[in-house]
């Protein structure tokens, strides 16, 4: 039996595209990345973050911005 430790991904839709964030840091915690990206991204400062999907062999986190959703 084999163990790999998959990548880390993150996944930000801006304008209808996704757009992939790299990891910044391996022993970041997934909301230190959020934050981290939060400066680039505003809108990530209140995103959902959902994941991990495991696909293509990497662990895709996703941020899904919650701007604009009532309740």
Do not use: C
């Not at 991204?41 to 990497?58: F, H, M, Q, W």
């Amino acid at each position: 039996m084999k163990t790999m430790i998959l990548p880390r991904i993150f996944l930000h839709k801006e304008n209808g595209q996704d757009i992939r964030l790299t990891d910044p840091n391996e022993q970041f915690s997934i909301a230190d990345v959020q934050q981290f990206y939060a400066g680039t991204y505003p809108v990530l400062t209140n995103a959902k973050i959902t994941g991990p999907e495991i696909k293509d062999d990497e662990a895709q986190y996703r941020f899904v911005s919650t701007f604009g959703d009532k309740g």
